[in-house]
């Protein structure tokens, strides 16, 4: 789907639903063809979708779904209420995914940081917050800004 907005990207891989069992070729039959094909290992492709503030980067073992190596859904509207959301929290040790998102809202990038861990990040054009996870908790802040 290069070329169409990253609202309709984004929209049919939510579509999509659950990508596990799926195949390259379905996803592609869904979303259309994406804009990169890396090799990343023996039998490993890695598939990546962009456009207009939207990205998702899949990686598939021997044609069939693997993980969500990275999304990025763009810019969060209002960066002051975002940093005042996390404020309130505190410190987010030990916090879940859920308990973290109910308060601020949908994180808008997810990154694969390691074995069991994921990067999520909140971005707006004032502030950005990145969280390391392991699972679903917290283990904390890995950087920090507001402009």
Request: include cysteine; charge should be negative; glycine fraction near 14%.
């Given at each position: 789907m290069f070329g169409f907005s990253g609202?309709?990207?984004?929209?049919?891989?939510?579509?999509?639903?659950?990508l596990t069992g799926r195949t390259a070729d379905e996803i592609i039959a869904s979303v259309g063809a994406p804009i990169s094909q890396s090799m990343t290992g023996?039998?490993?492709?890695?598939?990546?979708?962009?456009?207009?503030?939207?990205?998702?980067?899949?990686?598939?073992?021997?044609?069939?779904?693997?993980?969500?190596?990275?999304?990025?859904?763009?810019?969060?509207?209002?960066?002051?209420?975002?940093?005042?959301?996390?404020?309130?929290?505190?410190?987010?040790?030990g916090r879940s995914k859920d308990e973290i998102a109910a308060v601020v809202g949908p994180y808008s990038s997810f990154s694969v940081a390691g074995p069991h861990q994921v990067l999520l990040q909140w971005q707006s054009d004032t502030y950005h917050i990145a969280l390391l996870f392991e699972g679903d908790v917290c283990v904390g802040i890995t950087h920090e800004f507001a402009i």
């Amino acid at each position: 789907m290069f070329g169409f907005s990253g609202r309709r990207l984004q929209q049919g891989f939510a579509e999509l639903g659950d990508l596990t069992g799926r195949t390259a070729d379905e996803i592609i039959a869904s979303v259309g063809a994406p804009i990169s094909q890396s090799m990343t290992g023996p039998g490993q492709t890695l598939l990546q979708w962009q456009s207009d503030g939207y990205h998702v980067g899949i990686l598939f073992e021997q044609g069939q779904f693997a993980g969500i190596t990275s999304e990025d859904s763009g810019l969060l509207p209002n960066g002051r209420a975002l940093a005042e959301g996390f404020a309130g929290l505190g410190n987010l040790a030990g916090r879940s995914k859920d308990e973290i998102a109910a308060v601020v809202g949908p994180y808008s990038s997810f990154s694969v940081a390691g074995p069991h861990q994921v990067l999520l990040q909140w971005q707006s054009d004032t502030y950005h917050i990145a969280l390391l996870f392991e699972g679903d908790v917290c283990v904390g802040i890995t950087h920090e800004f507001a402009i």
